[in-house]
């Protein structure tokens, strides 16, 4: 029972950190290793504008979040679109604006374990014998209704499908009149939203400390890589998958384990399925 | 003479069996046979994505064929890793030229010569030792068209026009000293002089006791050099025999209907 | 403003040091334009120890050649293989490992553990790595950033070799006078050693994977092979470096796995420019002091590299070197129309 209810939390708030990451790569093609630094960035402008600026809780987030949009559109605005398509300086220059993004932080004396922020709702519940805070309730619905709206945006929205469309095959999708680098723009500008998002919800249950940017990363990168990178479908699906080993180990074997988890997680798949379990993309190289 | 060439000429070197493969729910291949004698050359037509390059592919090894079988002088070479197949002496040339483009020309074969096949064979015409490299490659070259006082040899690749670049893929092949090339419409995109350069040297081959598959969208060329012809449909095999039968054929005036190759190649035939 | 318009000129220098492979030297002048320039790099890697002041800058000295033949090895492995390894910190770290453990647990003295370290690193790293080979840009690149990562875990987790403490009570060199020229005796070897290798005929074989592997196929080559050469190669001069690294901090620790050497390489290879070899050099002696410059700062020195990076990756990506070189070999004047 444990292991259940738990799983779920942890698998839904590791498809939170892993969708913004899925969703920039599926639609731009351009790997975003700046996500674990959106991510963290997040939470400090919330907790700014929430305890030095006094401004209510719920205003703070919707603030910060746009920040985080603004933000990520900026960044590809002025720094990736001009290695655009090369995919390894992609990784390295975003990696390197997250680096920047992180220990200038840190740098700027954002460390140590007096940064918090308040949970949605106190108080916690019963689920069968296992106590589970409301806010960890509130994050699970919001994470499941997030992406279930997402499917609907993308399947039913002019702006979704023209991203879908661009997903599928960028220079067709320019011919047709859509703009490929406004597109993408919007794209990095939504996975920061996502990444503030997963940071809102996430964040009020430990302290806003600069290391978990790395780990944010990596959880993501695991994620998307074993769902298949560019599918973020297959990322939430492969989100429980980790989710529920993570958790598993966890109770079973020690919490050291938690992290090699994801990490050979990512490794196996790589090694046995390049295109993750959910992905195509292999067969479509080999056709060329 | 090539000793290495199987002297009975009765049996087939090249045996596709009951070939197929798809690609997601695509049907590329459905159930395609076909032999290939020794000295042959085979000539494979077919409509635009009528699965002509999927067959070279399966042959080689850079596709695994979902069902059916390959074998070469009576070996089972299915899936086997394309290095591995062309080792054997099965070699390709690739529709989409692929020459390393950042080397010289001659560069380029001098790649195919660190080979173990052409450590064991010496390379074309070499007697079973390798000399250097360098000058193999290069010897290579001007029998293949490259004027070797010029120095075209030793130009940028990326800096020569298409038809030294088809030879190019050709040279590589013949760099193994090869039994089979498969090629992969070296005719297209070359200009009529350049195609009328390229069918002598084919017929050369031939004559040297290579045996050569031919995937080809020129039929008057092909027709020229080919002494049996099969045509492909939705990946499927039309017809095969004499380049004279497969033109007479009703099903292949159907496949090509309208095209005026045809009517083109049937007043020449 | 005069009537005459002037029209900047560019002229390549008498000789065609461009030209490669095809040497005509005519002159000791030009045999000079072409020697000086090696001459210079030798005379100023051999002389900086002696020119540093004191021990501490000394120590630098040290450090910036164990990154150099790090930043060497990811220019050897991503610009004339073609695997882009974001992996530094796994050679590193495992060369520092087994040259810990030979030292400390078989007492092996610091002379064979520095090869010995480069060979069962390299092995290691190679079989740790061949199932990853067949993958190509972002895959291969993600999986080898993973490796460090995840063996710092497992080290973590199974508290193995000192767990998190490390192993410590390794020893050093055996003076502050061999440990510099040996690791500057290093990054020449392997400088020179893999300039040569990379233009000899087997070497355009790794150029040629890069260039179009499947065209390698069907030349009857089995790539997997020759890739799994490269990496031996790059990893065990990583390994090397990393056992050098151990024995000058007489420790060896997880934080031999940290990002720091997977990062800084990239930089200096990006800065000193990408495919020269002697690029990453160039980059590591410019980045590596600064960096000790800014230690005092604590983190800021990762901003300030991180920063560099992303501003020559969009504005100059073909690096220092590559601008020098140009400079180099052709003069630039004004000439009127």
């Known amino acids: 029972m444990e292991i259940l209810v738990y799983g779920t939390i942890n698998s839904v708030s590791l498809a939170l950190m892993g969708l913004g990451f899925a969703m920039v790569y599926g639609i731009s093609r351009v790997p975003n290793f700046a996500h674990g630094a959106l991510y963290i960035i997040c939470g400090f402008v919330t907790w700014i504008l929430f305890h030095s600026l006094g401004l209510p809780y719920f205003m703070a987030i919707i603030l910060s979040l746009c920040v985080n949009g603004i933000l990520g559109m900026l960044m590809y605005r002025f720094v990736l679109i001009r290695v655009r398509g090369m995919n390894i300086s992609e990784i390295i220059a975003s990696y390197a604006i997250g680096l920047v993004i992180l220990e200038g932080l840190r ?49 039913y929205t002019k702006i979704g499908l023209a991203l879908q469309g661009m997903a599928q095959d960028e220079r067709a999708a320019l011919m047709l009149g859509i703009d490929s680098d406004f597109m993408a723009m919007l794209a990095m500008g939504f996975g920061a939203v996502l990444a503030g998002v997963a940071a809102t919800l996430i964040l009020p249950l430990g302290n806003i400390v600069v290391e978990s940017g790395y780990h944010v990363l990596i959880m993501s ?44 997680a990512i490794i196996l798949t790589l090694i046995l399925k390049p295109s993750g379990l959910f992905g195509h993309q292999k067969e479509l190289e080999e056709r060329v | 003479m090539n000793p290495e060439i199987n002297e009975d000429m009765t049996k087939p070197i090249l045996q596709m069996n009951k070939m197929s493969k798809s690609f997601g729910g695509v049907q590329a291949l459905k159930d395609v046979s076909f032999d290939v004698f020794p000295g042959d050359v085979l000539g494979i037509i077919g409509p635009n994505g009528s699965g002509k390059t999927t067959i070279v592919n399966c042959i080689t090894g850079f596709v695994k064929p979902t069902s059916g079988r390959v074998y070469f002088k009576g070996k089972d070479i299915t899936g086997k890793q394309p290095h591995k197949v062309a080792d054997l002496g099965v070699t390709r040339t690739f529709q989409i030229m692929r020459p390393y483009y950042s080397l010289p020309a001659y560069k380029n074969l001098v790649i195919p010569l660190f080979s173990p096949r052409a450590k064991r064979t010496g390379g074309w015409r070499g007697g079973g030792r390798l000399g250097n490299r ?7 070259l001007e029998e293949i068209g490259f004027e070797r006082d010029s120095y075209i040899p030793f130009k940028k690749t990326s800096t020569l026009p298409t038809g030294y670049l088809k030879r190019l893929e050709l040279a590589r092949c013949l760099a193994l000293k090869p039994e089979i090339i498969i090629c992969d419409e070296v005719f297209s995109g070359l200009s009529m002089s350049e195609i009328a350069s390229m069918v002598p040297l084919i017929q050369r081959l031939q004559d040297e006791g290579i045996t050569i598959v031919m995937i080809e969208h020129r039929l008057r060329e092909l027709f020229q050099v080919a002494n049996r012809v099969m045509v492909l449909n939705f990946g499927q095999k039309l017809i095969e025999g004499t380049p004279t039968e497969v033109m007479a054929d009703e099903k292949v005036k159907e496949a090509y209907f309208g095209s005026e190759e045809v009517e083109e190649v049937m007043t020449y035939a | ?46 002389s900086l120890p002696f020119l540093m002041p004191g021990m501490y800058w000394q120590r630098v000295i040290s450090i910036v050649c164990i990154y150099a033949v790090l930043a060497l090895s990811f220019d050897f492995l991503s610009h004339y293989v073609g695997l882009v390894s974001l992996g530094g910190a796994f050679f590193i770290g495992t060369g520092g490992y087994v040259a810990g453990i030979l030292n400390t647990y078989y007492g092996v003295p610091p002379v064979l553990t520095v090869p010995l370290a480069a060979a069962i690193g390299g092995i290691f790293c190679t079989l740790m790595l061949l199932p990853c080979l067949p993958l190509k840009g972002v895959y291969f690149a993600i999986v080898t950033l993973m490796y460090p990562l995840f063996m710092a875990r497992i080290i973590e987790a199974f508290d193995i070799f000192g767990g998190t403490d490390g192993i410590v009570g390794i020893d050093s060199f055996s003076s502050a006078f061999v440990e510099q020229y040996f690791v500057v005796c290093m990054v020449l070897i392997f400088l020179f050693g893999l300039r040569r290798f990379v233009t000899t005929d087997r070497g355009l074989i790794f150029t040629a994977i890069m260039d179009n592997d499947q065209a390698v196929k069907a030349s009857g080559i089995n790539i997997t092979k020759y890739k799994a050469l490269a990496v031996f190669i790059a990893s065990s001069m990583g390994c090397m470096a990393g056992a050098c690294l151990t024995h000058i901090y007489m420790w060896s620790g ?8 997977s990062i800084l390489p990239i930089a200096a290879t990006v800065i000193g420019g990408a495919g020269t070899l002697v690029g990453p050099i160039l980059g590591c002696l410019i980045l590596v002091p600064v960096s000790e410059l800014l230690r005092d700062f604590g983190t800021l020195r990762i901003v300030f590299y991180a920063s560099i990076l992303v501003g020559f990756i969009l504005f100059r990506s073909d690096g220092i070197m590559v601008f020098i070189q140009r400079k180099y070999e052709q003069f630039e004047r004004w000439t009127k129309i």
């Open chain 3, 1 to 46: 403003m005069s009537t005459q318009e002037l029209r900047k000129e560019r002229i390549d220098r008498g000789i065609k040091v461009r030209s490669d492979g095809l040497y005509a030297l005519m002159s000791l002048r030009e045999l000079s334009y072409l020697t000086l320039p090696r001459f210079i790099l030798i005379a100023g890697m051999i």
């Open chain 3, 254 to 261: 997880i934080s031999q796995f940290a990002l720091d050497f």
């Open chain 2, 134 to 140: 360098q000058t193999i490659a290069i010897d290579i």
């Open chain 1, 221 to 264: 990168i695991a994620v998307c890589i074993v769902g298949g990178l560019g599918s973020w479908v297959g990322a939430f699906f492969a989100a429980f998958l980790i989710g529920y080993a993570q958790i598993i180990t966890v109770v079973f074997i020690g919490s050291h384990f938690q992290m090699v988890v994801a990490i050979l």
């Open chain 1, 107 to 155: 740098f700027g004396g954002f460390r140590g374990m007096t940064y918090t922020l308040p949970a949605f709702m106190e108080g916690s519940l019963m689920i069968g014998d296992v106590p589970v805070d409301y806010h960890r309730i509130i994050m699970t619905i919001i994470g499941i209704s997030l992406v279930a709206g997402l499917w609907l945006f993308t399947h």
